[in-house]
């Protein structure tokens, strides 16, 4: 096919320079937009960046444009979670029971800096910054912006035109404004907000806790997290109500309140955050939602990716993954009906719709794991049991959690199905106390396994109801 085609991808973020700088290795000619700044010379943080885990679906699209290797340098590996209780006592569990398996604390920043600069190597390709989209016309098909600094406004034409523009997405917008065919949409938020603080690099430039977990301190309605950096800081996230409860973001209104909140919650983070106060009253709440839409395109003209089209919650770790699987799917997808749009996108979403509806209640069923089970004795006891069976059958068993994470082959429906099940087969089995302490490991694979099976069964028999 002719790889002069103009394409548009709107939004520059890590879904968008990740498909321009794939689609430009593919030849095509790419004009990349993004209503913000270059954050390679602009700090545009702002309080929410929301430190990313990188896992293995992530490493997959990194490896197929061949720059995984100038990645792995900004990453922090994190091995499991630490447990903070409201004593400060900690425990550690681990992500897998297999060796090598873990998560990478990387700053979104850094990240998308590196893949600006990578995409940017191509002379196919053109970004434009400071470009905000303000509408599509997604018949022609072509692009509507207005420049943050002259307020001038202009139409780009395009071939194809890609949205990758985040969860307020201006292509998703023009699909329901413009009701050219049926759009089914929604967008559902949490009861609870988010608020980043930090704690620093002690006096050397050392991690002040250790730097080889994901910190959590869970506690029911509300939870904290911390994932390290590179220059020995923490990026501590604060999930809270808006409303409810004896403390939430509408009453914590003077730093007396916050202290007393802290003190009373999380009182081993107090002497490491010295700028509570500021970071506090001055960093934005930032909301958490999941997003849902159907169709993803229209004709062979227009697609939504990444978050644009299944934003999510972080509680997985698994949003910049998804979206970096996305464009992998993709070009496995061009692969085949490289020539035909049309064909493309629809057979793009027919195979990867149902595994980011999947990973978007993952992520909602995680929120609750983390802020309420972590500490839960029999969810600890399940966990520990995962850990074993993992650990002495590292080809046979898999917890859910292993193969959303370390398992890019199996798909996130998939894993969902099967992650489900294997979860509430541990659970009864420990509950009920049918899982006998002198069975060797083998009998208890085969004891969990029969009991997985057993509800598998029963969910496809309640289905065809």
């Known amino acids: 096919m002719s790889k002069k085609e103009h394409i548009v991808i709107i939004g520059a973020g890590l879904c968008g320079s990740m498909l321009a700088l794939r689609l430009a290795q ?16 602009t700090d545009i943080s702002a309080g929410r960046s929301i430190n990313l885990a990188l896992s293995d679906r992530g490493l997959r699209a990194l490896d197929m444009v061949g720059i995984a290797d100038k990645v792995l340098p900004l990453c922090i590996p994190m091995h499991g979670r630490l447990i903070h209780d409201t004593k400060g006592n900690t425990f550690a569990s681990n992500y897998s029971g297999r ?9 979104r920043g850094d990240l998308n800096a590196l893949l600006l600069t990578e995409a940017e190597k191509h002379e196919n390709v053109n970004i434009h910054f400071n470009k905000k989209c303000i509408n599509v016309d997604i018949e022609k098909p072509t692009a509507e912006f207005q ?27 023009s699909y329901y404004l ?14 609870h907000g988010y608020k980043e603080l930090e704690i620093p690099a002690d006096q050397v430039g050392n991690h002040q806790i250790s730097k080889d977990h994901l910190h959590i301190w869970p506690r029911g309605q509300y939870m904290l997290i911390a994932l390290p950096n590179l220059d020995g800081s923490f990026t501590v996230t604060l999930f809270l109500s808006y409303d409810e409860g004896e403390y939430n973001f509408n009453n914590l209104t003077t730093i007396e309140k916050v202290r007393e909140f802290f003190e009373s919650e999380f009182p081993d983070t107090l002497p490491l955050i010295p700028d509570l106060k500021n970071e506090f009253f001055n960093n934005p709440t930032g909301s958490l939602g999941t997003v849902k839409c159907s169709p993803w395109y229209y004709k062979g003209k227009t697609l939504l990716i990444g978050d644009a089209a299944h934003a999510i919650v972080p509680f997985y770790g698994q949003g910049m993954n998804a979206s970096f699987e996305d464009v992998v799917v ?21 195979t990867r719709k149902e595994d980011t509806d999947a990973i978007a209640d993952l992520a909602i069923d ?5 802020r309420d089970h972590v500490a839960n004795p029999i969810f600890k006891e399940k966990r520990k049991l995962e850990m074993e069976l993992e650990k002495a059958f590292p080809e046979e068993y898999s917890s859910k959690y292993s193969m959303v994470t370390f398992n890019e082959h199996i798909s996130y429906a998939k894993a969902m199905k099967i992650g489900r099940a294997q979860d509430k087969a541990l659970l ?12 060797d490991m083998k009998q208890i694979l085969q004891q969990v396994q ?3 099976d057993e509800i598998l069964e029963e969910d496809k028999i309640a289905r065809l109801k």
Do not use: H
């Open 26 to 41: 593919r030849g095509y000619k790419i004009s990349l937009y993004e209503g913000r700044p270059d954050l390679r010379t």
């Open 99 to 107: 060796k090598g398996e873990y998560i990478n604390s990387v700053s």
């Open 147 to 173: 420049c943050y600094l002259t307020k001038e406004e202009f139409t780009v034409d395009a071939d194809v035109i890609f949205g990758a523009d985040g969860a307020g997405s201006a292509l998703r917008k």
């Open 178 to 191: 413009e009701k050219k065919f049926l759009f089914s949409y929604s967008q559902n938020f949490l009861t």
């Open 330 to 350: 993709f070009d496995e997808i061009l692969d085949q009906y490289e020539g035909d749009w049309d064909t493309v996108f629809k057979m793009y979403q027919k």
């Open 366 to 370: 995680n929120y609750y794991e983390m």
């Open 428 to 439: 009864n089995l420990i509950a009920d106390k049918e899982i006998d302490a002198d069975l």
């Open 450 to 452: 029969k009991e997985t």
